[in-house]
């Protein structure tokens, strides 16, 4: 499975911007690929495990790195909203477009917490017209604990009136982020047509980015964790949790985009 680093223009950013990313080609390629996202700490294992299990499914992956091109450190060194990396997923979408291993109609999206809320707002049809033309999506959805009291909540995490594109929402059942129930509350506040595009998987007992590979468990400080008060946050992997993620993830992308 090659690993080819690229560089694209951000989509419509305001100050010019080119993006590096890491372009994993599946050794049988379905035409199918996925953006992947990283959170607010930037690329880390989780990006090329989430590339690795899409790779075996047959789809390529584009990881991006939304930090160096700021000069960001990553943690709290991050933009101050999610908006302003619009540019960057959907330049990567511009990208894909352009290789001949991808077809335009099969492109997916997935992230990590900052990423994830990325993959969460570009289901959006208000986000996808300000980027994209000609009816163009994503064809898929795929946002890990994208910190889901925020959203309808929060200024500029208006989520509704969304593409239809499928959405799978993964979350810990115990990350300090949200409240007890949080994605089955905001999906069911969601009207029929675009709660019935959105499935829910919650891992019980999982913390946020429950998914990473080899690193350290690690508590953090945030001031959008426990609902927007602040304080503390665990991140603590589970191996168990983090594969049925990267599982989920592969199937959910293979069936929507592939069809297999």
């Known amino acids: 499975m090659p ?5 694209f ?4 950013a305001v100050a010019p911007l080119r993006v590096p990313g890491r372009l994993r080609v599946a050794d049988a390629p379905s035409r199918a690929a996925v953006v992947i996202a990283h959170g607010s700490a930037g690329p880390d294992s989780r990006g090329p495990a989430y590339a690795e299990a899409l790779a075996k499914a047959g789809i390529t992956s584009l990881e991006i790195d939304m930090w160096t091109p700021r000069g960001l450190k990553g943690g709290l060194d991050r933009p101050k909203n999610v908006a302003d990396t619009f540019p960057d997923v ?18 997916g999206v997935m992230g990590f917490s900052w990423g994830g809320a990325l ?9 996808a017209r300000r980027y994209l033309r000609n009816g163009e999506r994503f064809a898929a959805h795929a946002p890990l604990y994208p910190v889901c009291w925020l959203y309808n909540r929060v200024e500029g995490y208006e989520f509704r ?3 239809g594109a499928p959405i799978l929402l993964q979350c810990g059942g115990a990350d300090d982020y949200d409240g007890p129930d949080a994605p089955e509350t905001l ?11 959105i499935r829910v998987v919650v891992y019980p007992g999982a913390t946020h980015a429950f998914d990473q590979v080899g690193e350290p468990a690690r508590v953090v400080t945030d001031p959008f964790s426990h609902q927007g008060r602040g304080g503390e946050v665990a991140f603590t992997p589970d191996p168990e949790a983090g594969r049925a993620a990267r599982a989920a993830t592969a199937d959910f992308f293979r069936r929507v985009l592939v069809g297999a």
């Open 9 to 12: 223009p951000a989509e419509g």
């Open 90 to 107: 959907f330049g990567a979408f511009r990208y894909l477009t352009t290789r001949p291993e991808v077809d335009a109609l099969r492109i």
């Open 119 to 127: 993959a969460m707002l570009t289901a959006t049809r208000a986000v």
């Open 161 to 163: 009136d969304l593409t």
């Open 187 to 197: 999906v069911g506040g969601l009207d029929g047509f675009d709660r019935d595009s």
């Open 3 to 7: 690993v080819e680093s690229v560089e």
